[in-house]
């Protein structure tokens, strides 16, 4: 550990003590004094009591013994570095002389000083929890804890109390001397009768001046607000301003401090307002013909695909979302990301056709993890892959800068991206024989593992490939299709030809084979070439074996067949959907649920074809018809969609309800009103859904309690950006949808110290704030890792010192009168 002791050595809390040592000649002056009243002390008695008063004075000098015992261990300086402490990092804890440390800096995570560190977050716990865990080791003395109390984290006070069972000193010293900030507090908007209302709240740390501005962008931006402010601390200024945005689109609220300060972070917050006409979006593959049935006071815009949004303020201008994608290939990795978004948000989607789908790991594509079905052969037909791989000494040649062998042994590991959990993998390396170097058995393969176990192969020795394909086709596993990938030089010892076709038929292997060819283009005379004629299998014959990734993946593909099933099918829809004569398709895609939550509403034999789910604040439904631009199937594939597209769009929300949403902090206050007719709506059973900007991060949900007549409020969590919140009623339908402004985070929420935090910090880990870590604050904050207390032997030795001359003075009576 870095900060070691050096020497043993002494020091003392307060040596401007050592100035009162003159006051050790005062019995010299007591003794000469009483001579001259005729009163002799024997000179040692006299020695004695100067001994004393020195001991006395330097046991005031508070003394200090280092590097025994507790003190002989380094303290931890966790340091803070996150964004909020800007500008205050070169004031760093100094530890007194002699004391070791090591110091460490925490934010959004733990690093030494000058590693990167996400600065974007205040999380405490992992800091606390490494400390804790050093302190029950033996290895640390004590902690410094350096920070703004900022903590951005909610599972630190668990770990703090982890922390106070170790029996550690902890100081606690605060950043005091933040640079001046302002920032915006909150801003909202809302739609009223008389257009939108927008709230925006600014506040500062120290007096400043700032501009104000607040802009409606988009279609006929517009600017609502410019103001110079004198902005003072604990004063927060609130405005209030009215604007009529267009009816049909989504308006996006601005506000913005300038000059920009130190932290730039919170000078802008941005807001949404949904519109007022309900649309729908249909964005189809070109030329597929679809008829849908669009719900009642629901318009439908077709939107082409290089136009549709690629954000998710773009997607909010629409009710619901129609895509008509028979390949999964229509939208762009931007605008799957952020319609996936809108449906997290709030929004709809009917999706005709499915997400991407050509490998395994195309599953986790956004637009398939908002997905009712998801296109998925690969789970119904597991595959069992037998990678026979050449390791003769003809691999070891280099092709560039890397050996034939390191160039397959890649590709090998490149399986991964298409293979399931269901799937599984062995690895038989050959060259006089052959050797199993990996199989994951029954359950999937540890890539990790696979790649360690093809390091270890060197490649030498001649090509005899029969025997490995003859190990490769050993009987058993029925319960998966058996696909053989053979890599190879085409010039192979020979082998019965035959025979191994035979084989491979009894035993139901596919094989697949890449050869490595002398460059000539002739394949006829070699066995191997025989036998992938033999039994129908691909030969793909190279001159080196870049690109063999991607010719396993095109095996596997065709290995497990088409994921559209065609024929003439008739859809079972479930009784409790709406009625309406039975559908037939032609083609769907072979799918399956996405989650728990998914209700599949029709099927094709025991294929979904036809489900619905909520997802985040939102609705998605699949339809898992292959509409053509021939239009076979649109009318059957509108026919499903009409059954969903009600509950798709939702309803149109209640005009009873109207609210606001403010920022207070790291939380978001819901406030609702229910009037109806002037009068107040009472007892409504509301419960609020926010979905933050993380699309992974959790739905927090809460029920609405009534504070006032027809006033009902909620506090939620808010996240680091923006998000929507929905309120619904006990059947699950939405009343009411607003955005949550978009900020600088959490982090920027506040700046400067957060006394309360760091007051409850000290009393869970008991600990002290103070303002700096000199030796006398650690001697009096925390006594036993200062060092061995030096002070208490002296002054015991003073007072015997003390005690003996007086006994002895006692004993002895008066002296002669030339004694001191």
């Not at 606690?172 to 257009?195: C, E, F, K, M, Y």
Request: hydrophobic letters at 45%; proline letters at 7%; one cysteine or more.
């Amino acid at each position: 550990m870095p900060g070691v002791y050096a020497a043993i050595s002494l020091t003392f809390a307060h040596p401007w003590w050592w100035l009162a040592a003159v006051a050790a000649v005062a019995p010299v002056w007591i003794a000469r004094a009483g001579r001259r009243r005729g009163r002799a002390t024997r000179p040692w008695v006299t020695a004695a009591r100067c001994v004393a008063v020195a001991l006395v004075v330097a046991a005031l000098a508070r003394p200090m013994l280092r590097g025994v015992g507790a003190s002989a261990r380094p303290w931890l300086v966790l340091r803070d570095v996150s964004a909020s402490t800007r500008r205050q990092g070169a004031s760093r804890p100094m530890l007194p002389e002699g004391i070791g440390s090591e110091t460490l800096s925490f934010a959004g995570g733990l690093a030494e000083p000058g590693r990167p560190v996400d600065v974007a977050a205040t999380n405490l716990a992992p800091a606390l929890r490494l400390a804790a865990a050093r302190a029950a080791a033996g290895r640390i003395g004590g902690v410094v804890i350096q920070t703004d109390g900022q903590f951005t984290d909610t599972d630190w006070p668990a770990a703090a109390e982890l922390l106070r069972q170790r029996d550690v000193p902890v100081l606690i010293v605060p950043l005091t001397r933040p640079p001046a900030d302002a920032r915006i507090v909150d801003l909202s908007a809302r739609r009223s009768d008389r257009g939108a209302i927008i709230h925006v709240t600014v506040s500062a740390n120290a007096p400043q001046q700032r501009t104000l501005t607040v802009r409606r962008a988009g279609d006929g931006a517009k600017e609502l607000l410019r103001r110079t402010l004198q902005l003072l601390p604990g004063d927060p200024a609130t405005f209030e301003l009215a604007d009529r945005p267009p009816a049909g689109a989504v308006s996006v609220y601005s506000a913005s401090l300038d000059p920009a300060d130190a932290f730039a972070e919170n000078d802008r917050a941005e807001t949404v307002i949904a519109p007022q006409r309900r649309r729908l979006a249909m964005v189809a593959a070109p030329g597929a013909a679809l008829a849908i049935d669009r719900p009642r006071g629901v318009d439908v815009r077709r939107v082409a695909p290089a136009d549709a949004a690629t954000t998710v303020d773009g997607w909010m201008q629409y009710a619901g979302v129609v895509v008509v994608d028979p390949t999964g290939k229509l939208l762009t990795p931007a605008q799957r990301r952020s319609l996936a978004d809108y449906v997290r948000s709030g929004g709809g989607l009917l999706l005709i056709g499915t997400g991407r789908r050509d490998t395994p790991g195309e599953l986790d594509d956004p637009l398939n993890r908002v997905a009712a079905l998801v296109a998925n052969p690969f789970q119904r037909r597991p595959l069992a892959v037998t990678v026979v791989l050449d390791a003769s000494g003809s691999m070891a040649q280099r092709a560039g800068a890397t050996a034939r062998f390191d160039q397959a042994a890649q590709a090998v590991t490149a399986l991964e991206k298409h293979l399931t959990d269901v799937d599984t993998l062995t690895v038989i390396v050959f060259s006089d024989q052959p050797r199993t170097v990996y199989d994951s058995g029954d359950g999937p393969a540890d890539f990790a593992e696979l790649a360690d176990a093809l390091q270890q192969v060197a490649p030498a020795g001649p090509t005899h490939v029969w025997p490995a394909l003859q190990l490769a086709a050993r009987p058993g596993g029925a319960q998966r299709q058996r696909l053989i990938l053979a890599v190879s030089d085409l010039e192979t010892e020979p082998f019965a030809v035959a025979t191994a076709a035979q084989r491979l038929v009894e035993v139901g292997a596919s094989l697949a084979v890449v050869a490595v060819t002398d460059g000539s283009g002739r394949t006829d005379r070699y066995s191997l070439a025989a036998l992938s004629r033999t039994v129908d299998a691909p030969l793909v014959a190279t001159d080196d074996l870049v690109g063999l990734a991607e010719v396993f993946g095109t095996f596997i593909r065709q290995h497990r067949g088409p994921g559209v099933r065609r024929g003439r099918f008739r859809v079972a829809i479930d009784d409790s959907s709406a009625g309406g004569a039975p559908a037939e398709l032609s083609a769907y895609v072979l799918c399956a649920p996405t989650a728990d939550n998914v209700e599949v509403l029709g099927r094709i034999e025991s294929d979904p074809v036809l489900a619905i789910r909520r997802v985040g604040l939102g609705r998605s439904a699949s339809v898992a018809a292959v509409v053509g631009s021939d239009g076979i199937d649109g009318r059957a594939a509108g026919q499903l969609a009409g059954r969903v597209m009600a509950w798709m769009v939702g309803p149109p929300g209640d005009p009873r309800i109207s609210g606001q949403i403010a920022r207070r902090g790291g939380e978001v206050v819901v406030q609702l009103d229910a009037f109806e007719a002037h009068s107040p709506v009472n007892g409504l059973s509301l419960t609020a859904s926010l979905a933050g900007a993380d699309r992974d991060g959790p739905l927090h949900r809460a029920p609405l309690q009534q504070i006032a007549p027809g006033r009902y409020e909620v506090v939620l969590p808010a996240g680091d950006g923006a998000g929507w919140v929905s309120v619904a009623d006990e059947s699950g339908g939405v009343l009411w949808r607003s955005a949550v402004s978009r900020t600088g985070g959490r982090e920027f929420d506040a700046i400067g110290v957060n006394w309360a935090a760091l007051g409850r910090l000290e009393r869970l880990v008991g600990g002290r704030i103070v303002a700096d870590t000199s030796a006398a604050t650690i001697s009096r904050a925390a006594p036993r890792a200062g060092g061995a207390a030096v002070w208490p032997w002296l002054l015991g030795a003073a007072m015997a010192l003390v005690l003996a001359s007086w006994v002895a003075g006692r004993r002895g009576g008066v002296g002669r009168r030339g004694a001191i």
